[in-house]
């Protein structure tokens, strides 16, 4: 199995970036569809997106497209999230998610392994 920590949350005005990262251990990620999901206070648990195998192929949720882009490098064992034009609401704890099956999910049921999150906040 694999360990996912995730790291590079922090304050950000709004209309700022963060990158995110996913460490990955115990198993190399490459053998994994991977996702990111979030939380804000309050709310359940939603899909943000997720990359495939050989990072070849991402979806995003409607909400993020076009500003937050989803990366990974398996040779180094991490994957990344890109956030850009941040906005007040997307204020979440951000949780990387490891997937053995080859399909793409956007469920948190969907998703095997995961992380313990790192706190984003974006302020107005």
């Known amino acids: 199995q694999v360990q996912l920590v995730e790291s590079g949350g922090g304050l950000v005005q709004a209309g700022g970036s963060l990158r995110l990262s996913c460490a990955a251990s115990g198993r190399t990620v490459s053998s994994y569809r991977m996702g990111w999901f979030r939380q804000a206070p309050g709310k359940e648990r939603e899909f943000v997106g997720t990359?495939?195998?050989?990072?070849?192929?991402?979806y995003y949720a409607d909400s993020v497209k076009g500003r937050f882009t989803i990366s990974r490098d398996n040779a180094k064992n991490n994957v990344y999230l890109q956030m850009n034009s941040l906005k007040p609401e997307d204020t979440a704890v951000y949780y990387c998610?490891?997937?053995?099956?080859?399909?793409?999910?956007?469920?948190?049921?969907?998703?095997?392994?995961w992380g313990q999150g790192t706190q984003v906040t974006v302020s107005s």
């Open positions: 990359i495939n195998r050989s990072g070849g192929s991402t």
């Open positions: 998610a490891a997937r053995e099956a080859y399909s793409s999910s956007y469920r948190m049921d969907g998703y095997d392994y």
